[in-house]
């Protein structure tokens, strides 16, 4: 199995958990004397089952991603952990470009004018820097991820 079909699975996995776990949140209370559309002890066992499967599969994801070489002297994992810190920073670029990005909205002089404390277009730039090093890091990762072979 490739690493790729196994993250899909853990994706799907997850959606599943997520539906059941909103289907039993729906459900927890009934009206006296309704009964729910399906058993919930039921659904509670297929839930924890899923925990389980999804345990095994992020055990196994991660002991293949600490296992397989990315790049010379980086790990797959190495690469996964620089990709999502590299997002949260471009998250966190961005964000500062909306806040700083200033449209002056006042009717008159007498207003109160705010200005930006900081350098809208390094700002922007260094958001697309980030957004474009982002995709080629998750390309070369995706890639990768259908290359690998997983022990089952």
């Given amino acids: 199995m490739k690493l790729a079909e196994l993250l899909i699975e853990r994706s799907e996995t997850q959606k599943r958990i997520a539906i059941i776990s909103s289907r039993l949140n729906k459900y927890a209370t009934v009206q006296e004397g309704d009964v729910p559309p399906f058993k919930p002890e039921a659904w509670l066992a297929k839930l924890d089952g899923l925990f389980v499967k999804q ?11 600490m296992s397989t070489e990315f790049e010379i002297g980086m790990t797959l994992a190495e690469a996964v952990t620089k990709r999502d810190v590299m997002k949260n920073r471009r998250g966190i670029y961005s964000g500062l470009f909306s806040a700083s990005a200033i449209e002056d909205n006042r009717y008159s002089k007498k207003e ?29 990762i995706q890639a990768k991820n259908w290359e690998v072979e997983v022990p089952i």
Wanted: net charge negative; aromatic share 2%; charged share 40%.
């Fill in 55 to 65: 345990e095994e599969l992020i055990n196994k994801i991660n002991v293949t991603n």
């Fill in 112 to 140: 109160i004018k705010f200005v930006t404390t900081l350098d809208v277009d390094r700002i922007l730039d260094v958001t697309d820097d980030l957004a474009k090093d982002v995709r080629m890091l998750d390309a070369k």
